[in-house]
């Protein structure tokens, strides 16, 4: 099967086009590709270009636990990488289909540097969604683990849960964010942010993405995040998010819809051997058949 991998800033996909595919993705094949023992391994699957009713382009974004999500951020820059690799665009703007909105993107810096609209930043509860009354989600308390957050919930297209912290560390991530991803506030469980301003122009965040666990970068997480700031009034509309991986940098109009750039790296261009997924159609195929050495 052939593939492409990139990153953007450490969180690295694989582009498969769906013609590609020896048979359709399903949740164990999804987990054994991603997988970076037993698989090629990447913090998710970008599969397209896909036909598409109302955009040049469709995507289905998969995560490595096998699900899939609505969106994400640095999925689409990479995506609209590959389809400049492939020339399928040029310079001009084009619009890309995923399951949580239009988005339109544009390659710039010779292929390094993709601008996406991402849409509005919303944080009403019935679209993100979080459970109880309909509400926008800012500066609500929530104890976990024997710890109390204040937090605030948003949506890009897909759930996020932002956590303001002193102190974000990829620790407080590992520890808080597993519970937070399924706590029962969030029905589609969420991702997760654990967010510092800095000042007006710059936060920090670490991040715990749903289905994929800890990554160095999220698109999708620094424009929430950036939302959040901007709307309890801490940030202006123009933000840099510090990550672990790096920078992106994430403007809002005067209704927050956003607007996200940062940089894509292309890794590689490979064959995945079909004896990669062989397990699934015989498991016990996985164990090696050794002689039994005792007498
Ligand atoms: N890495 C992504 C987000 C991928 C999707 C996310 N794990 C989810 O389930 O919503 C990004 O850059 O936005």
């Known amino acids: 099967m052939h593939y492409s991998k990139y990153h953007a800033l450490g969180n690295d996909y694989l582009v498969i086009r769906p013609e590609d595919l ?19 391994g990447s913090d998710g699957i970008l599969l397209g270009p ?27 820059r990479i ?4 389809l400049w690799d492939e020339q399928l665009v040029a310079q001009e703007p084009f619009t890309v289909e995923t399951a949580g ?17 991402m849409g509005k930043v919303r944080f009403d ?30 949506t890009v297209g897909n759930p996020h849960c932002v956590v303001l912290s002193e ?21 589609a469980r969420t991702n997760v942010q654990f967010m510092r301003v800095i000042d007006r122009n710059s936060i920090r965040i670490e991040i715990w993405e749903r289905g994929a666990e800890y990554t160095l970068a999220s ?10 700031a901007h709307r309890l009034g801490l940030c202006d509309s123009k933000i840099t998010v510090h990550m672990p991986g790096g920078q992106l940098a994430i403007d809002f109009d005067a209704d927050f819809a956003a607007t996200m750039t940062g940089p894509v790296t292309k890794v590689s261009n490979g064959e995945m051997a079909a004896e990669c997924l062989e397990w699934l159609a015989n498991p016990d195929s996985q164990f ?5 050495h005792n007498p």
């Open 101 to 117: 909105g239009m988005v339109t993107c544009q390659v710039g810096g010779a292929g390094k540097s993709v601008q996406v609209e």
């Open 167 to 187: 102190a974000p560390s990829a620790a407080q991530a590992h520890r808080f964010g597993p519970l937070i991803e399924v706590d029962s506030r969030f029905p």
């Open 79 to 82: 995506f609209a990488r590959f």
């Open 219 to 228: 698109g999708s997480s620094s424009t929430a995040a950036a939302g959040v």
């Open 288 to 292: 090696l058949v050794v002689e039994d």
């Open 22 to 40: 020896p048979e359709e993705l399903t949740s164990e094949s999804i987990q054994r590709i991603c997988h970076r023992n037993y698989g090629l």
């Open 50 to 76: 896909l036909p598409s009713g109302s955009c040049q382009f469709g995507l289905k974004i998969f995560n490595p636990d096998g699900s899939e999500a609505e969106k994400s951020g640095n999925g689409l």
């Open 125 to 154: 509860s019935e679209a993100i969604p979080v459970s109880g009354p309909p509400r926008e989600v800012l500066n609500e308390k929530m104890e976990i683990d024997g710890a109390t957050f204040k937090f605030c919930a948003a």
